[in-house]
């Protein structure tokens, strides 16, 4: 499959938009809302709305033209540029500011999650909203206290009450991201992960669509964090919360793991598929920004590359700004091939765990490195260096860190089950 780094023709124009509004509104509002943690920018939020309700619009669209042409055969398979499309965009926005990026109104992990496994209907009844009215917001919350990389290890349930025929949740989901808002803010939603049966390990979870405000439903912190300060990470309390039976993502029919392991977890997988391409975009725009700023920095004290020059004529400067270009490239490759698999309708599993491991190594080392470069300078908040350091090691952690990311790839190259290799 061909591979360009240029933005696509079809998507230039939104692309353009949204590096305006990185560079025109994200810019100027970073350092306030980096200090003002827990203050949401309405400024973009409200700008950038109109935008995410159209690309709402359309994504659902063709979900659900998808879901007819499955039922219909013989199936036409025409190509999206959905997630190709995402990428650019992410990218550009997060070289404005990572932390503002994720406060963007959209169904987001939540929506990934209703598309990966929700019907037709539940796809509708969820997501529709996120295409009209005021912002809203969308989320996941997989992660509890004694379940990070270990999701099989959920605590949190799900029984169903058969008088009154709902779901009641009971437990603690931490690190939200978007928690509060989606929790909170009128006609936001956040899909849970609970388990039917501990006993039954990942084959006994399932995800639950969640809708703000629910009675149950408590929002109990809010993290203070290193980096993306702007970003909303909750802590939420389920307590005896009840939901309409139809709100459980997929069937709640439960198999022995022998007979079908994963089965509950496949939403999850599929939803991770999803986002973290959109993940490794989000470093490679942080570490871009970082990049340019200071490479144009040593340009104007006159540090550039001459062209054409043999490797050992160069100083130890010159060739870190090539590596740190390298490595950028090579990570952004690799996400636009995770993405552009998932627009051709293709498994995208190693691909999305290779550019989530690259990326989130390259935007920590050259955000580290362009520090050390500027000397005192990029130590100092004058300059947004030091916050582009500190946002950069997220990448590395949400969405399966660095080493869950390579032993994903370790076991799909080499072959081996998740019991083989762990
Ligand atoms: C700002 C922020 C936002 C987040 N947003 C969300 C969200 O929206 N929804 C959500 O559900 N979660 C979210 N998370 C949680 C995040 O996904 C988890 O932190 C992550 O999965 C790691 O889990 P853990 O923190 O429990 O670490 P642990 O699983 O305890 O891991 C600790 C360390 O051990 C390593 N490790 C663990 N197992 C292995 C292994 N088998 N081999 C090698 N190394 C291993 C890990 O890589 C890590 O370095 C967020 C976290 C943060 C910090």
């Known amino acids: 499959m061909p591979i360009c780094f240029e933005v696509p023709p079809e998507i230039l124009n939104q692309t353009q938009m949204a590096r305006m509004l990185a560079e025109q509104v994200m810019r100027s509002i970073s350092r ?17 709305w109109p935008f995410i309700q159209q690309i ?8 659900l033209r998808r879901n007819g042409a499955e039922e219909e055969e013989p199936k036409e398979k025409k190509r999206s540029t959905t997630h190709v499309r995402m990428i650019h965009m992410i990218e550009a926005l997060s070289w ?18 209703i ?40 605590q949190t349930t799900a029984r169903l009450d058969p008088q009154t025929n709902e779901w009641v949740l009971n437990g603690t989901k931490i690190f939200c991201t978007n928690g509060r808002l989606a929790g909170c803010e009128s006609d936001g939603l956040i899909v849970v992960w609970a388990t039917l049966d501990k006993s039954l390990g990942r084959a006994g979870m399932r995800p639950f669509v969640v809708e703000a405000g629910t009675p149950g439903m408590h929002i109990i912190h809010q993290e203070k964090k290193m980096g ?32 079908h392991e994963e089965k509950g977890f496949k939403g999850a997988m599929k939803t991770f598929d999803a986002s973290r391409p959109y993940v490794a975009a989000s470093a490679v725009g942080i570490a871009r920004a970082a990049f340019e700023f200071t490479r144009d920095t040593l340009a104007a004290q006159g540090i550039t590359i001459p062209e054409c020059a043999p490797l050992h004529k160069l100083s130890a400067v010159q060739r870190d700004l090539l590596q740190m270009e390298m490595d950028l490239k090579a990570a952004w490759l690799l996400t636009v091939r995770s993405a552009a698999l998932l627009d051709a309708g293709e498994s995208n599993t190693l691909e999305a765990s290779m550019a989530k491991v690259k990326a989130g190594k390259v935007v920590t080392s050259i955000t580290q490195k362009c520090v050390e470069l500027l000397g005192p300078l990029g130590y100092s908040q004058e300059l947004l260096v030091e916050k582009w350091m500190r946002d950069a090691k997220i990448n590395d952690i949400y969405e399966g860190t660095g080493q869950i990311n390579t032993l994903i790839v370790a076991r799909r190259i080499l072959g081996y089950t998740r019991s083989e290799l762990k």
């Open 115 to 154: 598309q990966a496994v929700g019907t037709p209907e539940q796809k509708e009844r969820f997501l529709t909203r996120f295409t009209r009215g005021k912002p809203k917001w969308g989320a996941m919350a997989m992660t509890e206290p004694q379940a990070g990389s270990d999701t099989s290890a959920i």
């Open 228 to 259: 993306i300060r702007a970003s909303d990470t909750a802590t939420i309390r389920f307590e005896n919360c009840r939901i309409p039976y139809d709100n459980i993502l997929g069937s709640p029919e439960l198999v022995r793991p022998d007979e």
């Open 32 to 48: 306030y809302y980096d200090e003002h943690e827990h203050e949401r920018p309405w400024e973009y939020i409200n700008v950038i």
């Open 56 to 63: 709402e619009a359309a994504n659902l669209k063709r979900s």
């Open 96 to 113: 404005g500011d990572a932390g503002i990026y994720l406060c963007t109104p959209s169904s987001a992990l939540g929506g990934a999650a």
